[in-house]
Nanobody, 123 residues
Framework: QVQLVESGGGLVQPGGSLRLSCAAS????????MGWYRQAPGKQREFFAT???????NYLDSVKGRFTISRDNTKNTVYLQMTSLKPEDTAVYYC?????????????????WGQGTQVTVSS
């Protein structure tokens, strides 16, 4: 089994910063893309950042220049540095990872999700 555990959420004032972490553990062969989604109250979960195993990144326009996604492949961990936070960034933040595992010698790829961490931006 593979687990993703997130940490780093909390309450921050507008204009402040937070850093989220998401560590994958378990029977991992390799990890391809890793990413972050968020879900605000009453809204659908939305993608906003992803990073490939080679370090190529992609962002939703609303977070470009404010959020930075990075990863440490030696630790199977993805990070999200958030700056200039706004009240509209308030949401539950979820990480995901496309993990390759091996069963009977055959590779199998599946997307795993973290449990979510609350980020609240408020004065």
């Amino acid at each position: 089994q593979v687990q993703l555990v997130e940490s780093g959420g909390g309450l921050v004032q507008p204009g402040g910063s937070l850093r989220l972490s998401c560590a994958a553990s378990g029977s991992i062969g390799s990890i391809n893309a890793m990413g972050w989604y968020r879900q605000a109250p009453g809204k659908q979960r939305e993608f906003f950042a992803t990073i490939t195993s080679g370090g190529r990144t992609n962002y939703l326009d609303s977070v470009k220049g404010r959020f930075t996604i990075s990863r440490d492949n030696t630790k199977n961990t993805v990070y999200l540095q958030m700056t200039s936070l706004k009240p509209e960034d308030t949401a539950v933040y979820y990480c995901n990872a496309d993990v390759v595992t091996y069963s009977g010698g055959s590779p199998r790829s599946r997307r795993y999700w973290g449990q979510g961490t609350q980020v609240t931006v408020s004065s």
